[in-house]
């Protein structure tokens, strides 16, 4: 379990002061894959940095399986180190030394005979899909193929966590996807706690079952990445579910105006399923059993954490009574239902009154 | 060889002692080389390590040989060569002769290596440093296991610079009787209006450099990859 207590971390340069780590907490249970998200500069790089001490922060501690490392000698800091394995965007494997070497060189100086060192280090390369490149070096690997190298090199010494720095950005999408399915692999085979970094919220959609939201050195939002999802309450959250759903830029669509009928009521909102209800026929009911007309705008399913996740967004016209006690029975059975725009006879005339 | 004669009547009535001044340029070179390299090397690692944000940061250690360094890098070799005569004589109990230019070429080049590892040991990535250090490498270990594996390339080729460098220095240090090619050149060539012995032992100089260039280039194209 990793847990971080205030870490504060500013940066200062002649005239300015940022504040990369303003006062974040985290508390990453053993076996999650937790994803950290946010914008470039919103100090994600620097929170996980300060997991494994690579970045001291000012204030605050770093304790993984009851031991603050902040608080470590820097040998004693080395040991806890070899037991936190990290990769990176750029890969930061050793130009001069071939696969097998770079496998190899956490593994020396630890008392290991070279038959131990030389099994070890194959069985690594098994695990994570090169075992054939053994003598190649790093510049006749392809991304995804070094990204593979470096995380058997990062497991060398059976780390209990797996820190992963933009381990993906730097890949094609068919390269981050093999590479995420490792990481998931590793996950359960080894039972490994694994953090990740990332500004596309496509790679948490795909292996994080938690995720804390960065904004400006703080974390704004955390938890199961269904939550995130299916309701989103910072802005920069909503904006990261819009993109990876599909909808971002559907609100500008609808704030144009389309053709619609000014003299009737309609209403545009966001229908969220998660879960087995996202295989109801619940739209059909609805339109039935109240009378209402539904016109469906946009919709999009996917898979989190293997579970279906649907979202629609749909226009209702007819009357605005009989929509409201819709929109109630939508809730009643679980579904998350965000009006984004109302409009329509009634309010106008409200409007016009006043 | 009466061909030879008749061409460069000089050389070959010179011809002993020919030999003996390329067997001094080497000599001389080599043993500079080496012991600028022992210190050099280190030198270079020292003003890498202790640079701001890296390593083992420290800048009073870093300013203090970075000023040492530029003091004997800024002063031209004929002067250090006549500024250090105390030193010379001091360490080696002549001024003259091999022994007597070999402190010099010390004193001339150790600081350029430093200069050289230092900028080829910048050159590596400092996220492979970095990898390093998560996978909880102690500093020295990072010295010894990365800078000086990763850098080696560098480091071949600053050497190679360096011995170049030297073999220029060692035609100056001869200039002081340090013997060697380049006094020969002067002594028994120009003094003497011999344009054969100067030639000669240019196109020697020459062919040792491009030797010593070659393979170093040789070595770094082999090591890298």
Excluded: W
Excluded at chain 1, 29 to 50: H, P, V
Excluded at chain 2, 97 to 122: D, M, N, T, W
Excluded at chain 2, 144 to 150: A, F, N, T
Aim: charge should be positive; include cysteine.
């Amino acid at each position: 379990m990793i847990v971080l207590k205030n870490l504060t971390k500013t940066y200062q340069s002649k005239k300015l002061t940022v504040g990369a780590l303003k006062q974040v907490s985290l508390t990453i249970e053993k076996g999650d894959i937790f994803g950290i998200i946010g914008y470039s500069g919103a100090g994600k790089s620097t929170l996980i940095r300060c997991i494994n001490l690579l970045e001291r922060p000012d204030s605050g501690n770093v304790i993984i399986n009851g031991v603050d490392l902040t608080k470590l000698s820097p040998v004693e800091l080395r040991r806890q180190r070899e037991k936190i394995g990290m990769i990176f965007q750029h890969f930061n494997l050793m130009k001069r030394r071939n696969v097998f070497e770079n496998v190899a060189y956490p593994l020396k100086g630890k008392g290991l005979t070279k038959t131990e060192i030389n099994d070890r280090v194959l069985k690594l390369l098994e695990l994570v899909g090169i075992r054939d490149k053994v003598y190649s070096y790093p510049s006749q690997l392809s991304g995804g193929q070094k990204q593979r190298v470096a995380i058997a090199r990062a497991l060398a010494n059976d780390p209990e966590v797996l820190l992963c720095d933009e381990a993906t950005s730097a890949l094609d999408p068919q390269n981050t996807k093999s590479i995420l399915n490792l990481l998931k692999e590793i996950n359960q085979k080894l039972n490994l706690t694994v953090v990740i970094i990332t500004h596309q919220m496509e790679v948490i959609k795909e292996v994080c079952n938690k995720v804390a939201v960065m904004e400006e050195g703080v974390v704004v939002e955390e938890g199961s990445i269904i939550d995130i999802f299916s309701s989103p309450t910072t802005k920069i959250s909503k904006e990261f579910v819009a993109h990876t759903m599909g909808y971002e830029n559907f609100e500008k669509i609808l704030n144009q105006g389309f053709i619609r009928d000014p003299l009737k009521y309609e209403l545009t909102a966001r229908i969220t399923f998660v879960g087995q209800i996202a295989g109801q026929a619940f739209i059909s009911k609805i339109s039935i059993e109240y009378g209402i007309y539904a016109n469906i705008l946009f919709g999009s399913i996917e898979s989190l954490q293997g579970i279906p996740f649907g979202s629609l967004i749909v226009s209702f016209t007819g009357n605005s009574l009989k929509i409201k006690e819709a929109i109630g029975f939508l809730e009643e059975n679980n579904v998350r239902v965000e009006v984004l725009k109302e409009h329509g006879a009634t309010k106008t005339d409200n409007a016009q009154c006043s | 060889m009466e061909l030879l004669k008749q061409i460069m009547p000089n050389v070959v009535n010179l011809f002993p002692d020919l030999i003996k001044a390329c067997k001094d340029t080497l000599l001389m070179v080599f043993i500079s080389g080496t012991i600028a390299s022992i210190i050099g090397i280190p030198l270079g690692v020292t003003l890498v390590v202790t640079r701001e944000g890296n390593l083992l940061e420290n800048r009073f250690i870093n300013s203090f040989l970075g000023k040492i360094v530029n003091t004997f890098r800024s002063l031209p070799f004929v002067i250090l060569l006549t500024a250090i005569i105390p030193i010379t004589r001091f360490i080696a109990g002549t001024t003259i002769g091999l022994k007597g230019a070999v402190i010099p070429l010390i004193f001339a080049s150790s600081p350029f290596v430093a200069r050289q590892v230092e900028s080829a040991l910048l050159d590596i990535d400092p996220g492979v440093i970095e990898a390093a250090e998560a996978m909880g490498s102690s500093p020295f270990e990072i010295i010894y296991r990365v800078l000086l594996v990763e850098g080696l390339p560098g480091i071949i080729y600053a050497l190679t610079i360096t011995i170049v460098s030297l073999i220029g220095f060692s035609a100056v240090a001869g200039t002081v009787g340090g013997g060697g090619l380049g006094d020969f050149a002067i002594r028994y060539g120009y003094q003497y209006y011999r344009t054969d012995v100067m030639i000669v032992a240019t196109i020697i100089l020459l062919l040792i450099v491009n030797m010593v260039q070659g393979l170093g280039e040789y070595l770094l194209k082999k090591l890298s990859h």
